[in-house]
């Protein structure tokens, strides 16, 4: 027997809901990776610099991650889908906005608009689904809208390098609009009107959250470009970081003394099963940052591989990941989830673990692949029943604030993962370009050994973008000896990059199995038991 849809929904199933919020869900996680293949085209249409082309993507996913606590409250508080038509209509002109941009300036502008339209439809998703499906389908609910995540994945690179090589830059925001307005029509037909919980709205902490999470994720996602030094004049990186923690410290405090009325009610924490499911989300969006980096620039700078063909390597993984999300979901509601999301973060740690061991110069491709499978195997796993975990036994009067920190969390997860990984990559180079010049160095002439290994030394630690560029050979060296040189100096960026680039991944491996251990530590049990109790009765039975 069906249980009953906790909302009236006319006769109509729960799973009528879906597809707009899958479509929606889509474009923007599409959107976090579509611009990354279009960068060297951006460059060269607008004459810009890397740096400047990078706020394309940046003001993007800062804009979006800063606000996801607010649009989560405003789902409570307005009802999540008023929130979501509008996010989805802010997102859809956004889009039309960059793909007529001008210039770089209006396209920034236009990327950061639309971030906002992306955060106000996000908790909206999760919120809806929570309060919409009874307890026993929330879980293959989940699963459907977790394997969107992972198909997205690659879908942004991949769609992004056929647009830019066949229609131009321009379509890769173009093609949102269609769908866009697809979801709209939809959302506007099956999202049902749900019961709003009036409220006072909490002023000082919107401020508080948007500008302490605004400095900490600045500093973070751009600390790089600066070297993690000065900014400008006497700001630092280190500074915006401290300022960010400070004033987040600041919010924490400012929601204790709001109590339920807050932001984020911190009694959503003492829930074990939410607080360990936002650790755990964290850990999955630094691991799925963490590998894409220093994989992404292996395949094309080691292996040779073209922007889509590199893309393509990941596919099959993404592929498993759409297909294995739905079962977990449905899993989730039948065994205890946290075995689910336990096993997942296994599977993907001992994947990453076994292709950091094949990342080595001349490795087939195919070896490659066979680990990224096992990736999307996890992905899969750990996804969708992780959601669930984290929104089971909230009360509907929170369902968008959980839903926005849970979001917020794994937002920043991947930020901080894209920070790390990249000062491990810098770091690991800084070591092992030399060493890698110095083992090829030996079958160099004697006289040009200690030139070369020093040539490399000085340019790796300048950075990625420079190693193995600092060795000049003399006007009077041989043609056969200044191809052999060259031919040394790309044998030692290939071995020490790769080198590097497996020491990274490594990395990302003991996050995932902090994620395992948050899992592990999950309390036990089904997903449900029994008939769905009431939302209230939930939350106080969850803790």
Same mark, same amino acid.
């Given at each position: 027997?069906?249980?009953?849809?906790? &909302?009236?929904?006319g006769?109509?199933?729960?799973?009528?809901?879906?597809?707009?919020?899958?479509?929606?869900?889509?474009?923007?996680?599409?959107?976090?990776?579509?611009? @990354?293949?279009?960068?060297?085209?951006?460059?060269?249409?607008?004459?810009?610099?890397l &740096?400047?082309?990078?706020?394309?993507?940046?003001?993007?996913?800062?804009?979006?991650?800063v606000?996801?606590?607010?649009?989560g409250?405003?789902?409570?508080?307005?009802?999540?889908?008023p929130?979501?038509?509008?996010?989805?209509?802010?997102?859809?002109?956004?889009?039309?906005?960059?793909?007529?941009?001008g210039?770089?300036?209006?396209?920034?502008?236009?990327?950061a608009?639309?971030?906002?339209g992306?955060?106000?439809?996000?908790?909206?998703?999760?919120?809806?689904?929570?309060?919409?499906?009874?307890?026993?389908?929330?879980?293959?609910?989940?699963?459907?809208?977790?394997?969107?995540?992972?198909?997205?994945?690659?879908?942004?690179?991949?769609l992004?390098?056929?647009?830019?090589?066949?229609?131009?830059?321009?379509?890769i925001?173009?093609?949102?609009?269609?769908?866009?307005?697809?979801a709209?029509?939809?959302a506007?037909?099956t999202?049902?009107?749900?019961?709003?919980?009036?409220?006072?709205f909490?002023g000082?902490?919107?401020?508080?959250?948007?500008?302490?999470?605004?400095l900490? &994720?600045?500093?973070?996602?751009?600390?790089?470009?600066?070297?993690?030094?000065?900014?400008?004049?006497?700001?630092?990186?280190?500074l915006?970081?401290?300022?960010?923690?400070?004033?987040?410290?600041?919010?924490?405090?400012?929601?204790?003394?709001?109590?339920?009325?807050a932001?984020l009610?911190?009694?959503?924490?003492?829930?074990? @099963?939410?607080?360990?499911?936002?650790?755990?989300?964290?850990?999955?969006?630094?691991?799925?940052?963490g590998?894409?980096?220093?994989?992404?620039?292996?395949?094309?700078?080691v292996?040779?591989?073209?922007?889509?063909?590199?893309?393509?390597?990941?596919?099959?993984g993404?592929?498993?990941?759409?297909?294995?999300?739905?079962?977990?979901?449905?899993?989730?509601?039948?065994?205890?989830?946290?075995?689910?999301?336990?096993?997942g973060?296994?599977?993907?740690?001992?994947?990453?673990?076994i292709?950091?061991?094949?990342?080595?110069?001349? &490795?087939?491709?195919?070896?490659?692949?066979?680990?990224?499978?096992?990736?999307? +195997?996890?992905?899969?796993?750990?996804?969708?029943?992780?959601? @669930?975990?984290?929104?089971?036994?909230?009360?509907?009067?929170?369902?968008?604030?959980?839903?926005?920190?849970?979001?917020?969390?794994?937002?920043?997860g991947?930020?901080?993962?894209?920070?790390?990984?990249?000062?491990?990559?810098?770091?690991?180079?800084?070591?092992?370009?030399?060493?890698?010049?110095?083992d090829?160095?030996?079958?160099?002439?004697?006289?040009?050994?200690?030139?070369?290994?020093?040539?490399?030394?000085?340019?790796?630690?300048?950075?990625?973008?420079?190693?193995g560029?600092?060795?000049?050979?003399p006007a009077?060296?041989?043609?056969?000896?200044?191809?052999?040189?060259?031919?040394?100096?790309?044998?030692?960026?290939?071995?020490?990059?790769?080198?590097?680039?497996?020491?990274?991944?490594?990395?990302? +491996?003991?996050?995932?199995?902090?994620?395992?251990?948050?899992?592990?530590a999950?309390?036990?049990?089904?997903?449900?038991?029994?008939?769905?109790?009431?939302?209230?009765e939930?939350?106080t039975?969850?803790?």
């Amino acid at each position: 027997m069906t249980a009953p849809a906790p &909302v009236d929904l006319g006769g109509r199933s729960p799973w009528s809901i879906l597809p707009p919020l899958c479509l929606g869900f889509f474009m923007i996680m599409v959107d976090t990776t579509i611009v @990354n293949i279009a960068v060297p085209t951006l460059q060269e249409a607008f004459d810009a610099s890397l &740096v400047t082309v990078g706020w394309v993507n940046s003001a993007y996913l800062l804009t979006f991650a800063v606000l996801l606590l607010v649009t989560g409250r405003l789902g409570d508080r307005f009802g999540p889908r008023p929130v979501f038509v509008i996010g989805l209509v802010v997102f859809t002109l956004a889009s039309l906005a960059c793909g007529l941009a001008g210039s770089v300036g209006m396209l920034i502008v236009a990327r950061a608009v639309q971030g906002v339209g992306g955060a106000l439809m996000t908790p909206q998703t999760m919120a809806m689904i929570t309060r919409v499906f009874p307890a026993q389908k929330r879980g293959a609910a989940l699963g459907v809208w977790g394997s969107v995540a992972g198909v997205a994945t690659i879908t942004g690179p991949v769609l992004g390098g056929i647009l830019v090589e066949s229609v131009g830059w321009e379509w890769i925001f173009y093609v949102n609009i269609p769908v866009g307005l697809v979801a709209l029509w939809l959302a506007v037909r099956t999202l049902p009107a749900l019961p709003t919980h009036a409220r006072t709205f909490d002023g000082p902490g919107v401020v508080l959250s948007v500008v302490g999470l605004a400095l900490l &994720v600045f500093g973070l996602q751009e600390g790089g470009e600066y070297a993690w030094g000065t900014i400008a004049g006497p700001i630092s990186v280190p500074l915006v970081i401290g300022a960010g923690v400070l004033v987040s410290a600041a919010f924490v405090l400012w929601q204790r003394h709001r109590g339920d009325d807050a932001l984020l009610p911190l009694k959503l924490f003492v829930q074990r @099963n939410f607080a360990l499911a936002n650790v755990a989300g964290a850990a999955v969006s630094f691991a799925m940052t963490g590998i894409f980096f220093p994989f992404t620039l292996y395949l094309q700078q080691v292996l040779g591989l073209s922007p889509l063909h590199a893309a393509l390597v990941g596919l099959p993984g993404s592929l498993i990941s759409g297909v294995v999300a739905p079962f977990a979901g449905r899993l989730s509601d039948r065994v205890a989830g946290k075995w689910v999301v336990f096993t997942g973060f296994v599977v993907l740690a001992a994947s990453i673990g076994i292709l950091a061991t094949q990342v080595q110069p001349d &490795v087939a491709v195919w070896r490659l692949v066979v680990p990224m499978l096992g990736f999307g +195997v996890g992905t899969g796993l750990v996804f969708s029943p992780l959601g @669930n975990l984290a929104t089971t036994g909230l009360d509907q009067r929170n369902a968008g604030a959980g839903a926005g920190a849970f979001n917020t969390t794994r937002q920043v997860g991947g930020v901080i993962g894209s920070a790390v990984v990249v000062a491990v990559l810098t770091s690991r180079l800084a070591s092992t370009m030399p060493a890698a010049a110095q083992d090829v160095a030996q079958d160099l002439p004697t006289e040009l050994r200690g030139p070369f290994v020093d040539g490399f030394r000085q340019a790796a630690a300048e950075g990625l973008g420079a190693a193995g560029g600092g060795f000049d050979l003399p006007a009077d060296v041989p043609a056969t000896v200044a191809d052999q040189v060259r031919a040394a100096a790309q044998a030692a960026v290939e071995a020490g990059f790769a080198t590097a680039a497996a020491q990274t991944l490594a990395v990302t +491996v003991g996050v995932l199995l902090l994620g395992a251990a948050c899992a592990f530590a999950m309390r036990g049990g089904l997903s449900h038991v029994g008939p769905p109790a009431a939302a209230d009765e939930v939350g106080t039975a969850a803790r």
